[in-house]
Each structure stands twice: as C-alpha cells, then as structure tokens.
RNA sequence: GCCGGAGUGGCGGAAUGGCAGACGCAUCAGACUCAAAAUCUGACGGGGGCAACUUCGUGCGGGUUCAAGUCCCGCCUCCGGCACCA
C-alpha cells in the first residue's frame, strides 16, 4: 500500500462529504434524535486552537452517535454582529458586513478542512436580515410581556468601546473586550427585565444534573439571593420614612447609626439647613464620580459624612443619626442600611472610624463576649441580649419574631433580594441588530409594526467614533413617521448587545429556513433541548445565563416546551502552550493551519483528545504532535500488514488470535464506555492504542492469520476509530473489500461477551496486604482451592515462617490476601 | 471572607476500596542501515543489592479496613468564581 499522505486523503474525503450533503439531517419522529452543539464562534477571521479543541469534542460526539443510530443535528454558524467589525470600518473603511463575510468565509474553510460533520445547510449567520428579522420580533415579545423596557439609569460606560455595558460584561471594573475602566453614567437605556426571572434562573439549577458544579455556582453566586427584612425608619421632624434591608433583623437593638448611599434620593432633603450641606455636596460629588475599581478596591477607606438629621428607632424610639458613606451601595437593597457596629465588620470598622456608638446584642454560647475586649465585629448567629422582649431567643427566632412584629405594626415584611441586575441591551454601535423602536413626541416609544420587520442597518452612515450611537448619521434611517399617530419621529438608534443574538441561535438551527417566525414549535420540539452542549467556561454566566432566560421567557409565550435550553454542559479547558495562554503578545500562538497542512486535520484532532480529558487545560506540545500522527502512520502501515498477510481458515483460532479477538472486545467495551455520556476520549484512544500495540505484536510472530480473524479486527479498529479521524479511517475502510458504504454509516458494534471470557486469570497474592507472589489459576477454581494453593506457594514461605494464618480473603479475578500473626 | 474544583514519575495523564504509574511524550539500549533519519523491539518512580530480592512512595497529619490515590476527620497549597450585596 502507498504511504500515508493526510493532505491527499483529506481533500478528497472532504470534498466527497460536501458534495453528497453527508451530514444534512431531517426531522424523523421514528428514529431517537441527539442535538450536539458547540458555541458558534465570533468571525475573527482565523481559528485558533481553542475552536479547533471545541469542534474535535463535538464532532466525536456526532459521529458516535450517529453511528449508534440517533438521528443527530449537529450544525454551525457564526455570531456574526460585533465591535471588531465596526473597528475595521472605522479603522481602515471597509464596511462590516464585508469585513465580517470575508472572514466567516475564510473560517468556514478552515471548519471544513478539519472534517467535522455539520450539516452546512443549517449554517446560521446573525448579522443576516432573515435571521436579526427574527431577533427584533423576539424583542417585541419581550416588549408585549412588559419584559423589555426603558429607563434613565446610571449605567456602565467604556469610553475606549464608546458603549455601555451589561454588569455581566464588567470584570473587575473593566470591560471585558478591551480592559478599560469602566465609568457610570447617566443615560436612558434599554433593559431586559431578567430579574423577574431570578427565582427560576436559580431555582431550575438545583434540575441540572448534566452541568458541572463550577458553572451552576458562578451562576448561584451571580443571582445572589438573599433573605432578610425589608423595613422603614421614620426620619425625626419630617414626613418621612426610610426603608432598610438587613438579613440580619436580629441585631436591630444594636443599631447605633443609619446610612445612606451617596446617591440616596432622600439627601439633599435630609442636609438642609445643615452649615455643612455644600461640604456634603462635594463629597458626594467625589463619590459619584469615581469609577468602580477605586470604589470597591480592597484598599478602598470607609468616608462618610453625618447628614445632621436623625431617624428613630421603631422599637426604642430612640434617635439614630444618619449618615452618608462611600461604602453603602445604592444599587442593591434600598441604598439604605442600619449600622450595627457589634455585628458587622464594615459598621465596626465605620464606627471605630468615626467614633459612633458601639452596641452589643448578640452573645455567644458562653456569654464570653466583652465589648471592651473586641477588636472585630461579632458577625457569627448567637443569642439576642438587651434586646427588649427579644432578649434570650436564638438569631434564628429573632429574626422570625422581630420580623413578624415589624410586620404587625405594618413597617417592614419578610424580603428576598437578588444582586442580579436587569440586562442592560442598548449599544450605541452600528453593526448589530436594530431595536425596533419608534420615538414618537406624542406617543413615546412605539413598536415597530410585525409586517414593518425588518427594521434593516442602513448601509450610509459615518464611522467616525463618537459618543452617539453611528445610525444616528443615517438621515434616511432616523426618521419616520410614528405607527400609532403618523406624526414625525425617530426610529431608535441603538443597537442590541450581541448576547442577545446568541440568546436563540440554537433554536434557529431547527428551522434555519423559517421565513415567517424565528422557529416553528413543532421542529423545536423535536430537536430541542440541545443534548450536549460544548464551549469555553468564560461563558459561564453571560450566555449561559442569558439563554436560559430567554428559553423560560420563550416557553411562558407558548414557543417552546422545555424551561432550559442545554441538557448536558461540557466546558472544554483551554489550551495552553509553555505554561500559559497562547496569545500574539508572547508569539507562542500555534495555528491551526499551519498544523493541518503539516500534520493533516485527523493528527490535530487525535492530539488535541488524547492529550488531556476535555474539562482539562491542554498543555500544547510538538512532540506530542509528533506521537499522534506515529501513531495514525502505525495504523495505516498495521491495516496494510493485516491485508498482506497470508490467510488460513482453519476450523478454530489459535491461541494468538483468540487473545487478539480477546482484546478487540474489551477494546470495543471501554472505547464504548468512554464516549457514552462521559467523554473520556484521552482513555478511548489510549486502549485503541493498545489494541494497535497488541497487533503489532501478532505481525511480529505470526506471518498468517485466520480471515475471518483479520477482517474482524480491522474493520473494528478502523470503526472505533472514526469518530476521532474520520478520514484516514475513511480512506482504509475503502480500500477493504466492503460494500459501497462509508465507515462513518456503519453501524457501532456490539461487544461478543463470549470472546471475552478466558480460562486462567492472573491473581495477585498478598501477605498483610503486600504484594509477594502472582499465580495463575483457571477462572473457575473454587476460592477454597485458590487459598490452598495461594498458601503452598513456594515464593511465600518465609513470610509465612513462624506465623499463623488469620484469615484469607480471596478477591476472584484479582486478589488473594493471606493474614498472618 | 463565602462558594466551587484540584494536588499521582522528568512531562501530559491512567487506576468499580483489590498488583499505583495504563497510554503517550522525553530519555536510554537493541535490531535494520556503510551511516543517519524513519521504522520495529525492549528498559524506564526513589533508596539499597552483582542478583534473587528488599524498602519507601499518590500535598501534610490522624483514622476506618484483611487491603486506601480512592472512604472518614483535621490541616496545607494551587486554580477558578463572587465579594463594602448590609
């Protein structure tokens, strides 16, 4: 046979699968179907490794279980909206769209160079009228349900990106494209009300067995829900009150101060006629005007200031001052707290600052807590001291008992607070999908019409950067005439987050086609949820989180059954090189290109599975590389021995063969094992290796073999082998004298129980549990008769020596262990 | 601080409570070759021993068990998420 040369095999079995459509897939409610995605990449223009690591895992997903006989929808596209495409515009003046195509084009050829099996004619481009059409309709359901609303707020600004952003787009105070400080600011925005789902989002968690435990807590951790008391202080002198919340409404005989957050609506009233009030002014000010990083850093001091006003306390009535402070966030809660100093580290902190009152009413078990003493707030639950009639109950009943009195005297309930914010989807950038909004002076803001979509992206508009939002330039665009009154108006000029775009995309690739709705039910219903799911843990939250929102909000309007979108998560580790991230900074980027033109996409793809368990970061190694495509030679030149050797047809196998056969089934066993439903294609690969090693070793002694024997282990080898390089494995099944089929239709096989059974095993034998003696015995021997032989040992004697036997414990097939005295 | 995950040879990594280190990389040796590469075969955790063999060994300290990388208790370290969220 020729030598193995991957870059011939490969263009032409890519050429064929195109050409026959070999992955197009069709809805059958006879044959159990399997939905396998992988996250749709941004069209940068090139793929890197982390894509190639991403698709490999998913395609040997598909092809399993397409050989399995699921009917399997395993599709691609590309989250196509985005800034590095307006940036190219503004940059060098080439238009978006064409940027974007041009690279979705040359990244599509690089997905079908490395043979994975998508059905193309499902391809979904986000940036494309007929799907963003779409996009905008799913946004006026949201509109109808009271879901999508506009409000003044003071939101998160990158000045480098000239947007805002989503808090779960802000990472440590920066944005998470380009690292930038984020600053707040005032602007009447967009939002996506996700809170009204927060109790769902978490609750529907605790249902997911088939996501890793990491992910569900980032996104426990992001919801935030907290129980507690919501109630209100009335100020002193005013007609007014001030709600607080606390979870821990059993501390309240230890308030000694209230604050407020710098931005608290109440303030200015709160710092009238005090001489200090423009000192006040000016702090706040500062506050405001500081950007996240500096505000909440570790090394952030607690600043405050006393409005001069007092509020009283429900129960004692005694007056409480109140004050301003840096740390009181406005955001969550009522941007109001009582201080307890004695009990929270912060107030502790704030008060030993400013002098303020200190009280203790909480104790411990043993009453050993001396405020003199302390030099730390005692923040754990104990028992409530000097605390009215409250005083002896656990934190637990006081909370309940305080809270139910709060309640009684109609001031305060039971509350639960979620530090989930709601989304916030305006961007004041061009290339992504319009919102299909009117503005109308008299009506306010309109819903485009159903019959008026799509609201399209006008192609004459400036990209010179700025603080507006580039289809404001467009004159043709910005005006029209308000839908309700006909009176002039201008259309909204912001574009959605991208996350949005990403939000449905896998229900689109069930009715990719669907002029009139996003999806039809019928054709969700089949293919949805997603089966397995597949992509980067940086996802975690953001579209993770994002998609199953929109799922929930999709399935209460009647367009989907199911509540959550992806039944199985994997998410892939990255892949590294000398000890770190490949990035073009340090110049340790390995292109997949060059690898596949090297090595062949089959080398790249065995590599990147065998190396590490796909949950695991991928150290990148060029001799390893060099070992997985050893590795794919040694099949191919083990294939083409087989083939030459001579034929027998004796009545049975020999010795050789039958342990041959012996490990093809075990073989068979564990590679099936390790793809169904646990992925550990690093060991699937690693006993395919072994077979290929035993095979090796029978062409070494033997120059014949049975033909039944041969033909058996070789179409196998070449079977398990398919899902993880589908073309060598492709190339050799036609060079075998097989029907006119392809390996990758071929049914998976079936494990021969009886060539699995031997009739001597090796056993390990053990004195005190350590290892002095292996012996071989027929696999039916009695265990009786395993002890005795296990004690005439000659091996064992001197350990034996002088001792008494205890006990014998016999482990069949594995173990015997003597104990002695 | 709270939550989650992980610690095994020179390296990537294997091990339903039952012979720790499968498989691969690197290294060394042998075969083939005039030679090299490629290829095939073998060795390969540490200490001691010419050897048969022996002893120690899965982050640390205890425990359960005939038997622990695996189970239990107490720590340490590293990675990830959240964090002035009241």
Redesign the pocket.
Known sequence: MEKYVPQQIEKKWQKIWKETDAFAVKEDPNKKKYYVLEMFPYPSGNLHMGHVRNYSIGDVIARFKKMQGYNVLHPMGFDAFGMPAENAAIKHGIPPAEWTYSNIDNMTRQQEELGLSYDWDRKVLTCREDYYKHTQKLFEIFYKRGLAYKKEAKVNWCESCHTVLANEQV??GRCWRCKTPVVKKDLSQWFLKITAYADRLLADLDHMPGWP??VK??Q???I?R?T?TQFSFKVEGMDETIPV????VDTLYGVTYMVL?PEHPLVPKLIEGNPEADKIREFINTVKNENDID??S?A???LGMFTGSYALHPFTGERVPIWIA????????T?A??A?PAH?E?DW?FAKKYDLPVKLVVQNDDNSLVLADMDNAYHTDGHLVDSGEFTGLSSAEGRKAITKKLEEMGIGEEKV?Y?LRDWLISRQRYWGCPIPIINCPHCGPVLVPEEDLPVVLPKDVDFVAGATSPLETSEKFLHCKCPKCGADAVRETDTMDTFIDSSWYFLRYADPQNADKPFDREKADYWMPVDQYIGG?EH??LHLLYSRFFMKVLQDEGLVRDPEPFTNLLCQGMVLKDGGKMSKSVGNVVSPEEIVGKYGADTARLFIL????PE????W?D??V???Y??L??VW?IVGRYMDLSKTSAPELNEDEKSLRRRLHQTIAKVTEDLDGKF?F??A??SI??LV?AM??YV?KHDSIHEACARELVRNLLILLAPFVPHITEELWQHLDEPEQSVHDVKWPEVDKSALTVDEV???V?V?????A?MTVPVEMSREDIAEKAKALP?LAK?LEGKTLV?C?V?PR??V?L?VK
Do not use: C
């Not at 065998?610 to 368990?613: K, L, Q, S, V």
């Not at 005190?768 to 002095?772: D, I, P």
């Open positions: 990472e440590e435990e990491r807590t980032m426990r951790n992001w935030g907290s507690g919340y606390t979870t821990r957050a505000r909440t570790e952030a001091e607690k840096n740390y009181v966030l406005y955001e969550y809660g941007g707290v009582m307890v929270d912060r902190a607070n530090r843990i975690a939250i065998f190396t590490a368990p695991k970061d991928l150290a190694s001799q390893g060099e070992g997985s050893r590795f030679k040694r030149a550990n690093n060991t690969i690693s290796m072994e090693n090796y070793l070494e090796e056993l390990a053990q005190n549990g350590k290892v002095r292996t091996e350990h006990k414990i482990v594995r173990v262990n104990v």
